[in-house]
């Protein structure tokens, strides 16, 4: 199966990195694997809700560009459905029963997805109901994609 993460953004936190490229390895034995990084827009001091839907439709638009008609898509968004591991792990199994051959794992910037791209999207699934960064959201879902892999595969999962 493919798997490909669409994110705004690059990762400028080493941590952050260093867990990403851990999760990556790992979940090359299991899927194939792309990471493609959309560019963010620059966001300055306060913005009028002009100014935020306007950023949001630009990196939208380089998200939309990136998509493969082809493939599921699920977006990350606060306002989607919770969902455990177990059940993305089963989501997951159905999409690849269905005949799903690639999911397409999309994370927005700083602001958020724009509508446009929820709209495009199969699926919206949420973390949390905290608030997480764009690049801590890379790290967690790299880590629960791989956890998923390891349910699928009946295999114990330690960190």
Do not use: C
Request: no cysteine; glycine share 8%; hydrophobic share 35%.
């Amino acid at each position: 199966m493919k798997v490909r993460v669409i994110s705004v953004g690059k990762i400028k936190e080493s941590y952050i990195m260093q867990g990403i490229n851990e999760f990556t390895k790992r979940l090359q034995r299991h899927v194939d694997l792309e990471v493609i990084e959309v560019k963010d827009e620059k966001i300055g001091g306060s913005l009028s809700s002009a100014e935020v839907e306007g950023i949001k439709k630009e990196e939208g638009q380089r998200i939309l560009e990136r998509l493969d008609a082809r493939s599921y898509t699920i977006a990350l968004d606060p306002q989607g459905k919770h969902m455990s591991s177990e059940g993305l792990a089963k989501s997951i199994s159905n999409l690849q029963v269905q005949g799903y051959s690639s999911i397409e794992f999309i994370i927005g910037g700083a602001l958020g997805l724009h509508k446009s791209v929820r709209d495009r999207s199969d699926y919206i699934l949420s973390f949390s109901h905290m608030t997480f960064t764009h690049q801590m959201a890379r790290l967690i879902l790299l880590e629960q994609v791989y956890r998923a892999f390891k349910i699928i595969k009946g295999e114990p999962y330690h960190i």
